[in-house]
Every structure is written in structure tokens, then in C-alpha cells.
């Protein structure tokens, strides 16, 4: 089975969906000194942020969130008073920094401000549940999964699946703790990559099922393969991988050889990307007849729980303008990488029919999903 | 994907340190430990030393919960081997890693980042109970934090049941966990809602498409409207041998479990299960005015009753 994919934007440091795809195309990196935190004391001076609007209300994510919310839901067509519709909201840190500022620097904040159902009530009144999934980095893909499962099941007329995230002091500071050198920006599967840094950023798309779209479709959403590791808090397992990329590829009834396109999740840390490469190496071969594969992260940093739906966002672009960005960042490949078709320097012409999307998380939490052409 | 309603609940832990349960709910006496739980700093009484280092409150809730509900004796080692990717976790929780990050926060700005405790890295992530879950007892499939509020513990059951009736599972360990420590218990008096009490605690059911005869059976979670104003509620209904329904006040009783409040109640409802004259529906409902309400139908089947 499938679902329609009727409306899909972003936001992330580079601008909305269409300026972010734009910019990919350019090779364009949106990263910036570190602002709002003390970059020096954390190790991390560098960050993917996006601006602050003039008047804009704090805590971010939850206003972002709504933002993408609301263009997504208009832009569907859809009427949550006269349809059900169910919310899942995905997100790596959640309020979590509005948290910080409470507890460090008086800040107000209140208990509901945690999570997102407070924002999205407001951005589109009459939804039916409002779940926020803290799934880490593969929340939305995981939301991806769940919402399909909804639509699927007969428990909604149509999901809007969204992600928000902004950065957290203790984040950042973890990721300060373990780097030499603060790193300058993100090179996805690049073998002089000098570690994560984070972005902000949000994303919406709805979900209907086949037949019910109101407005027509940008894409087809095909399966979302889901596993965890068991393996290990913080570093990835191929196994896992791998699972997640079968379960995909299961749900979905394709086979490895129709992907077109990877949207891998291309962290440059030391440990996503070999892993990550050596599955992809694993699953599609490395005769050079296996997709184009591609990341994100170079140019929007790594987003979180918000990642998968950025992927998944640029992915609709691939489909529609048969472009694919390069990695942006990357030089020269590690090792476990040279088998695979990176895409390099310049965007690949390609005629995509069939994407890959991946998400990983900590803690071992895998989302692979899977989109083609709208109908 | 044409899976039944319902679901079977195989299996039910209540791991509440500040409650007597066997004492509030006698209908349990028998079927957990009598007495009061053991608080977090206790939990190696019920998993053993090995492993605990660097968890937080909540996760150790929840994984003596978990312990408990997989039918392990206390102090049993818990299982070894390559995961099962048939069964997946959802693991509910608002406050769990909040201590964590303030106290990770707290330490760089005082100390640098050299301060900051390695073992701390995992308890940033919101989703360290449900991998934790997952990696402690070997479990590999689709795994999912749900942090919803007020209904949270309910949500999760929903996504449970969901993921049943979808083919990703053919077994989900269901938990809720909150603790009650002093930044959680800070962050709780912000609430715009009138609750009770935060108090710590988990609790977990195992959901399975199919269980033994006389095993209770949960209908799909529900979405309601509650007023903007209500005030946070957390009970069960029962109508057992079609007499008027008993009303049992969870958080009046011990405390607001808030994200674990769901999960609880499903489990006492499970309790109920296989007590003379227990055949009849169970009804339980969570949530608050700001989060609006979930509600669900366990039916608990008695001695005699038809069960599945």
C-alpha cells in the first residue's frame, strides 16, 4: 500500500524548502559563527541557525513548528473541522532549551511548553490527536512510518507529519565535549570530516490516502522501515541499518535496484558515516550501478529530529525537477564511501522515479523511508 | 494491514515507590511484589548492579517496570542474546531527562565542558529510556518516545496497538516512567492546569494481537474534547457484573503519574483481569484541559469469563 504525499515545506538556515533546494543546487553551506550561546566555554563555535524573527515569541521550535504547520495544512486543501486529522510532531530536543533557560537564566516557561500540542492547536484547530515523538534524530521518519500507518488503518483522513528543532546548551555541549577542534562546518562522508554541528529547522508535510487528495500530490509515500539496534546509547549498528533499509524495501514490495536516489543521513561524525556507507555499500554494491546518493547536512546542519522531513522535503524536488544536489562539504570520500555514487562539486541530472530517505538516531533508532513520483 | 481493534495485554508492571499498591488496590495482591516499590536508587534490588551507572531516575523506573511485566523474578539477569526484531518498545515520559540536561547545561557553564560527565552523553536525547528499554532486554524492534503531556501514557498505548495492527510488531512493551526529582518537581509546579502531585513512578503493559483465554483485551485509544479549563484527571471506570461503574481516582490515590498516568491505568485495568466477577469493561481516561483527553476500553475477563 501507499499514501499521497499532498503538501510537503521546510524551513531550515538556508530558507524555505524551495530557496533550501536552490541553494543545494549552488553548493551553498549556511553555516555561521555560534549566536545565543556561549561558544567558547562549549567548544562549538559554529551553528546552521535560523533567524530570529523580529518579535517573534520563544520557545522557537514550537513557533516554527506552527509556521510549517499552517503552510502545509493550506496548502493541502485540508479542513481539520470537517476531517479528521491527526498530528505527529517529531523532534530531537523538544523545548528543551526554553528548559534551560528556566532553570539557568529565570527564564518563563511553562509545563504544556515541552512538547508541541499547545502550537500546533493554535496553527490548525480541530485536529484530532497531537502526539510529539521525541525520537531523536529518525523522529520524523519514524512519524513518517507511524502517520502511513494511520492513514493505512482507517484511524484518520489524512496526517500531518512535522518536525521542529532547535539547539540545547547541553547538546551542544556534549558535542564540544568530544571534539579536539571545534569543527567549522559539516562534511558529509568527506574522510577529513571534523564532526557534527547542529541546525535549526522545521518541516510539515501532509499525508493522505490514495484518491483523496484535494490538491494534487507532490509525491507518493511508498513505506517507512523502522528498527532500533539494541546495540548501543550512542553509536550506530549496521545491523540495524539494515534492517530498517529491508523493512523498507518489504513494506514497500521494491527491491534495492529501483532506488534512484539516497537521501542518506550523512551526520560527519566519525561513526554514522562509515556505518552508514558501508550498508549503502552493502545493500546497493559498489559496481557503480547503484543510486546517486546525497546528504544534506553540509548545508543545513544536522537538524535532528526535524532531519528526515529536510530530507524528505529536498527528495520532492528531486523527483520533480530530476536534479540531484551534491553533498555539499565533501572533498574527498572516506574510505567505506568509494564504492558508492556520491554526488560531488556539481548537481547530477538524474531521472528519479524511486527515493531513499534516511534517518538514525541515538540510541540506535532507525527510520528508512521510501517515496517515488506522484501519480 | 487489516489488524483486529483490539489487543491482547499479555502482560502488566506497576513499579510505584511512593504508593502501597497491594494496600490501595487489593485486587493486586498476589500478582506483583507486596510492598512498596523500591525508589530509583534502589533498582538494582529488581536488574542487578551491572549496567546501572549513569541512568537517570526514569529510566530505572521504567526498567524495573519492564522487569516486572516480562514476568522476571527480582534480582533475575535479564536476556542475552542477538535482539528480537519482533518486539518494539514505547517508552512515555515528559520529565525523564530533564535533570540531565539542566544538570549537563549547568555544568558547562560552571566548569567547561570537561566537567560534563561522559556517562551523561545518552541522557541529553529525550529518547534514552526507550533505547535504553530496548538495549537492556534485547529488544530490536521499531522503538518510539512519545512526549505528550498529560496524555502521553496514552498515546503510547495507541502507538502500540498501532504498530500491532500495522505488522511492525508481533509483541510492543508499553511504558510510562516520570521521576520526581527536584527539577522535575520544579518544572511540574509550571503546569497552567489544577493537578495533583507529581509523583514518580512506571508502569508497562505487553500488548500481543492474541493472548490465552481470560486474557484481557484493549480496544483502540480514543480522542476527546475536554475543555480548555479542565483540570488534569487520571481514572478508571469500572463496570464489573453489570453494576453501576466504581469509580477509582488514580492521581487522588497516589500522586499525578502525568506521562506514565496512561500506562498505569491500562495496567490496574489488566489487574483486574481474572477476578471473580471481573467480567465486564474497564474504562479509563487521562489527560488535562491544555492536552485535551484520551480515554480507552479494557475488557477484563473473570475466572469464567470469555476473555478473547
Known amino acids: ?375 | 494491514m487489516t489488524g483486529a481493534a483490539t489487543v491482547a495485554v499479555t502482560g502488566y508492571g506497576l513499579h510505584l515507590p511512593d504508593a502501597d499498591l497491594t494496600a490501595d488496590f487489593p485486587f493486586l495482591a498476589g500478582r506483583i511484589p507486596p510492598g512498596r516499590a523500591c525508589p530509583p536508587d534502589q533498582a538494582h534490588v529488581i536488574l542487578g548492579r551491572k549496567g546501572l551507572l549513569g541512568k537517570d531516575a526514569a529510566t530505572r523506573l521504567a526498567l524495573c517496570a519492564v522487569h516486572g511485566a516480562l514476568r522476571l523474578a527480582p534480582g533475575a539477569a535479564r536476556p542475552a542474546g542477538p535482539p528480537d526484531p519482533g518486539t518494539a518498545v514505547v517508552v512515555s515520559s515528559n520529565l525523564g531527562n530533564v535533570a540531565s540536561v539542566v544538570d549537563t547545561a549547568r555544568s558547562a557553564r560552571e566548569g567547561g565542558r570537561r566537567a560534563i560527565s561522559p556517562l551523561a552523553v545518552p541522557n541529553a536525547s529525550s529518547n534514552v529510556v526507550a533505547s535504553t528499554v530496548a538495549i537492556w532486554f534485547r529488544l530490536g524492534g521499531p522503538n518510539v518516545m512519545v512526549c505528550s503531556g498529560a496524555t502521553s501514557g496514552l498515546d503510547a498505548v495507541a502507538l502500540g496497538t498501532l504498530m500491532l495492527r500495522a505488522g511492525r510488531a508481533r509483541r510492543v512493551v508499553v511504558v510510562g516512567t516520570e521521576p520526581a526529582d527536584d527539577d522535575a518537581l520544579a518544572l511540574y509546579r509550571e503546569r497552567t492546569v489544577p493537578a495533583s502531585p507529581l509523583r514518580a513512578g512506571a508502569a508497562c503493559v505487553v500488548l500481543e494481537p492474541d493472548g490465552p483465554p481470560g486474557t484481557p483485551r484493549l480496544g483502540l485509544v480514543r480522542t476527546e474534547r475536554w475543555p480548555a479549563n479542565a483540570p488534569s484527571r487520571s481514572r478508571l471506570v469500572s463496570w464489573l457484573d453489570g453494576a453501576a461503574g466504581s469509580e477509582l481516582d488514580l492521581a487522588g490515590m497516589c500522586g499525578d503519574l502525568y506521562g506514565a498516568a496512561g500506562v498505569a491505568l491500562v495496567a490496574l485495568a489488566a489487574g483486574l483481569s481474572g477476578h471473580p466477577g471481573a467480567d465486564g469493561v474497564v474504562e479509563v481516561e487521562c489527560g488535562d484541559g491544555a492536552d485535551g483527553g484520551r480515554a480507552a476500553a479494557v475488557r477484563a475477563a473473570g475466572e469464567d469469563g470469555p476473555g478473547g
Not at chain 1, 17 to 45: I, K, W
Not at chain 1, 57 to 78: H, K, N
Not at chain 1, 344 to 358: E, F, G, K, M, T
Request: glycine share 12%; aromatic share 4%; charged share 20%.
Open chain 1, 1 to 375: 500500500m501507499s499514501v499521497l504525499v499532498v503538501s510537503c515545506v521546510a524551513r531550515t538556515c538556508l530558507g524555505d524548502d524551495a530557496e533550501t533546494f536552490a541553494a543545494l543546487l549552488r553548493g551553498e553551506c549556511g553555516v555561521s559563527s555560534l549566536r545565543h550561546f556561549p561558544a567558547r566555554q562549549l567548544n562549538v563555535t559554529s551553528g546552521y541557525q535560523l533567524p530570529r524573527q523580529r518579535g517573534e515569541p520563544a520557545p522557537y521550535a514550537g513557533s516554527w513548528l506552527a509556521g510549517c504547520v499552517t503552510e502545509a495544512v493550506r496548502r493541502a486543501g485540508l479542513d481539520p473541522n470537517r476531517q479528521r486529522v491527526a498530528v505527529l510532531a517529531g523532534t530531537g530536543l523538544r523545548e528543551l532549551r526554553a528548559v534551560e533557560r528556566w532553570a539557568l537564566d529565570g527564564g518563563a516557561v511553562c509545563l504544556e511548553d515541552l512538547h508541541f500540542t499547545g502550537p500546533v492547536r493554535r496553527a490548525a484547530p480541530g485536529v484530532t490527536s497531537v502526539l510529539t515523538l521525541s525520537n531523536a534524530c529518525s523522529a520524523g521518519g519514524y512519524a513518517l512510518a507511524l502517520g502511513q500507518d494511520l492513514l493505512e488503518l482507517g484511524e484518520a483522513d489524512a496526517v500531518v507529519v512535522a518536525a521542529a528543532d532547535t539547539m540545547t546548551e547541553s547538546m551542544l555541549a556534549m558535542i564540544g565535549r568530544f571534539a579536539d577542534e571545534p569543527a567549522d562546518r559539516v562534511r558529509p562522508f568527506d574522510s577529513g570530516r571534523p564532526g557534527v554541528l547542529l541546525g535549526e529547522g522545521a518541516a510539515a508535510a501532509v499525508l493522505v490516502p490514495e484518491g483523496e487528495a484535494a490538491v494534487p500530490p507532490v509525491a507518493r509515500m511508498l513505506a517507512t522501515g523502522l528498527s532500533c539496534d539494541a546495540h548501543h546509547e550512542t553509536a550506530p549498528d549496521p545491523d540495524g541499518i539494515r534492517r530498517a533499509m529491508a523493512g523498507a524495501f518489504e513494506r514497500a514490495g521494491r527491491a534495492a535496484r529501483e532506488v534512484d536516489v539516497v537521501y542518506a543521513h550523512g551526520t560527519g561524525t566519525v561513526l554514522n558515516d562509515p556505518a552508514e556507507a558501508a550498508v549503502l555499500t552493502d545493500v546497493f554494491g559498489s559496481d557503480g550501478a547503484g543510486p546517486l546518493v546525497t546528504a544534506v547536512k553540509g548545508a543545513v546542519g544536522h537538524t535532528s529530529g526535524t532531519s528526515a522531513l529536510t530530507s524528505l522535503a529536498m527528495a520532492v524536488h528531486s523527483l520533480r525537477a530530476g536534479v540531484v544536489p551534491p553533498v555539499v562539504g565533501l572533498r574527498e570520500p572516506l574510505g567505506e564511501g568509494r564504492g558508492l555514487r556520491l554526488v560531488r562539486d556539481r548537481p547530477r541530472s538524474a531521472d528519479v522515479r524511486l527515493a531513499q530517505i534516511n534517518a538514525f538516531g541515538f540510541g540506535g533508532v532507525n527510520a528508512v523511508s521510501l517515496i517515488a513520483g506522484p501519480p
